[in-house]
């Protein structure tokens, strides 16, 4: 079991932004930004490789939601989502991070 479906069962704790019941929000633990929230798939998914349509429409609006919560949503935010190793994903479970509350530098890669 991936760290997010530990997450999910309640074995691992979590800070809880917003949750319905198909996706969790929390915030992550090592933060880049002043706001810093995960969203995640109650079912696992390993990537956005495998995600089908119709979830992908409701965690869009799941994730609106959440930059409203959050207070981020007027001034605005950024959503990641990393997909295999050279993508940065770490955990293999869909995940979208949500930054906001600053303005956003885009940093270098490679």
């Known amino acids: 079991m991936c760290i ?6 309640g074995e691992i704790p979590s800070n809880k932004v917003l949750e319905n019941e198909e996706f969790l929000a929390f915030n992550d633990i090592n933060p880049i930004a002043p ?3 995960l969203v995640i798939p109650k079912i ?6 495998e995600v089908d349509n119709e979830t992908i429409v409701k965690i869009t609006e799941f ?5 409203k919560k959050a207070g ?9 989502t990393n997909i295999g190793e050279n993508g940065g994903q770490e955990v293999p479970h869909l995940h979208f991070h949500i930054l906001g509350g600053t303005k956003l530098a885009w940093p270098k890669l490679g």
């Open 4 to 9: 997010f479906c530990k997450i999910i069962a």
């Open 44 to 49: 696992h998914i390993k990537s956005l490789n």
């Open 63 to 67: 994730i609106k939601e959440v930059a």
């Open 35 to 37: 706001v810093h929230i």
């Open 72 to 80: 981020i949503f007027e001034d605005g935010y950024r959503v990641i």
